[in-house]
C-alpha cells in the first residue's frame, strides 16, 4: 500500500484523535468483557431477556453497577438493551454461554484474573529491557506460580482448553491413516478425548508433567474413551513416549525460545519413527505486514514467558529444520490456529 492509499484510507475513517482514543478505552471495553463472562451473565441471559435487577441476583452483583457495565458491553455488541432496563443476549454475546460449543467464557474469564492483568501493566518494561515481566509482578515465574495458586491454574487450564479445542486445533485434517495418537503436553487430556471420541480407530498416549495428568483418567473415563488411552508423566525436555503415528504439540512451542523449542521438537523426533507425524497447533503470524490478532497477542509472550513468542511460517520451518524435520504444509484449522504439519527428514512422506 502506498502513502497516499494509506492517506485516502485513514480520511474516510475516525479523526486520528478519535480513533486513538478508541483504541485505548477499548482496554476498558475488554475488562467490561471479561467481567460479564467471569459472573455469567451470558448464561442468566441464556433463556431471554431479563431486568437487570433479575440478573444481579442470579449472578450476585450489585443492580446499579451491572446494570453500567452491561450498558458499555451493549456499545461493543455483546448484549442489547431493551425497555426498562432488560437486557438481550446478541449472537455476539453468546459465545460467553458456558453451555454453547465454542464457548469462549473462560478464556474470558482467564484475561480478566488480577494475577492476568498484573503484568500487562510493566509491558514498557519489558519492551525497554527486552525481559519476561511475570515474575518480577507474580514473585515467581509462570509455571511456578501455577503450581504454586492451584484455583488460578484451574482458571488458566479451562482458559486455555476452550482455546485449544479438538475442533480448533484438528478442524479437518484426516487422522484415519493412523493408528496411535501422542497428545505432548496435553494437560487432563481434554483435546485427546475429543479427539478419540471422533476417531474411535484410534488409540492415544498422552503425556504431560504428573501434576498436570492429575485428572487426567476422570476425563478420560468421564469421554467414554479410557479404555483407549495411556497416561504417561514426564518432563518434555528429557524424553517422550515411543511408539506414535502421530505427535501433538498444541499451544506448546509459543512458550519457548527457539532454543527451548528446538529442544523440545528435538525431543519429539528422538521418539519418532521415520514413518511417523508431527503436528503443532499454534498460531502462525504472517511473513508479511498482513493484520492478524496473533500480532498483539505475541506481546502476551513477551511479557509472560522468557523469550517465547508467536511464529511465522518461516520462523517455524527454521525451527523444525533445526530439530530434523521438514515442514510438509501449514493448513489454517480455526480463525487462531494453524497446523504445522512436519515429517522427519529422512521421511519419504510428501
Given at each position: ?189 481434554i483435546v485427546l478425548a475429543e479427539i478419540l471420541s471422533t476417531n474411535p480407530h484410534l488409540r492415544g498416549v498422552l503425556f504431560d508433567t ?7 483418567e476422570a476425563e478420560l473415563s468421564k469421554a467414554g474413551v479410557a479404555d483407549r488411552c495411556q497416561v504417561v508423566s514426564g518432563d518434555v ?41 508431527l503436528l503443532i497447533a499454534e498460531t502462525v503470524l504472517p511473513d508479511d505486514s498482513r493484520p492478524s490478532i496473533g500480532k498483539v497477542m ?53
Amino acid at each position: 500500500m502506498t502513502v497516499n492509499e494509506m492517506r485516502a484510507g485513514a480520511s474516510k475513517q475516525s479523526p486520528p484523535a478519535t480513533a486513538i482514543i478508541e483504541s485505548i478505552v477499548g482496554a476498558y471495553t475488554a475488562q467490561a468483557i471479561c467481567v460479564i463472562a467471569r459472573l455469567g451473565v451470558a448464561d442468566a441471559l441464556a433463556n431471554g431477556p431479563r431486568s437487570v435487577e433479575v440478573i444481579a441476583r442470579q449472578v450476585g452483583a450489585d443492580d446499579s453497577a451491572l446494570y453500567r457495565v452491561l450498558r458499555a458491553v451493549g456499545d461493543a455488541g455483546v448484549v442489547a438493551e431493551l425497555d426498562d432496563r432488560r437486557f438481550v443476549l446478541t449472537p455476539l454475546g453468546e459465545v460467553l454461554r458456558s453451555d454453547v460449543p465454542g464457548s469462549l467464557r473462560a478464556w474470558a474469564t482467564l484475561i480478566g484474573m488480577p494475577f492476568w492483568q498484573r503484568p500487562w501493566s510493566e509491558l514498557n518494561e519489558a519492551v525497554r529491557t527486552g525481559e519476561t515481566q511475570f515474575g518480577r509482578v507474580n514473585g515467581m515465574r509462570f509455571f511456578d506460580y501455577l503450581v504454586e495458586n492451584p484455583d488460578d491454574a484451574d482458571v488458566f487450564n479451562a482458559g486455555f482448553t476452550s482455546m485449544y479445542t479438538s475442533r480448533n486445533i484438528i478442524g479437518g485434517y484426516d487422522l484415519t491413516r493412523f493408528g496411535t495418537i501422542v497428545d505432548i503436553g496435553g494437560g487432563t487430556g481434554i483435546v485427546l478425548a475429543e479427539i478419540l471420541s471422533t476417531n474411535p480407530h484410534l488409540r492415544g498416549v498422552l503425556f504431560d508433567t504428573p501434576t498436570a495428568v492429575a485428572g487426567a483418567e476422570a476425563e478420560l473415563s468421564k469421554a467414554g474413551v479410557a479404555d483407549r488411552c495411556q497416561v504417561v508423566s514426564g518432563d518434555v525436555h528429557d524424553s517422550v513416549p515411543t511408539g506414535g503415528d502421530v505427535y501433538l504439540l498444541s499451544g506448546v512451542i509459543h512458550g519457548s525460545s527457539d532454543d527451548q523449542a528446538v529442544e523440545i521438537l528435538s525431543t519429539c523426533r528422538a521418539a519418532m519413527a521415520d514413518t511417523a507425524c508431527l503436528l503443532i497447533a499454534e498460531t502462525v503470524l504472517p511473513d508479511d505486514s498482513r493484520p492478524s490478532i496473533g500480532k498483539v497477542m505475541d506481546l502476551q509472550m513477551l511479557i509472560f514467558t522468557d523469550k517465547g513468542r508467536f511464529r511465522t511460517e518461516a520462523e517455524f520451518r527454521s525451527l523444525l529444520q533445526r530439530a530434523d524435520f521438514r515442514t510438509v504444509r501449514i493448513v489454517p484449522s480455526s480463525d487462531m490456529v494453524s497446523l504445522v504439519e512436519a515429517v522427519p527428514n529422512s521421511s519419504k512422506t510428501s
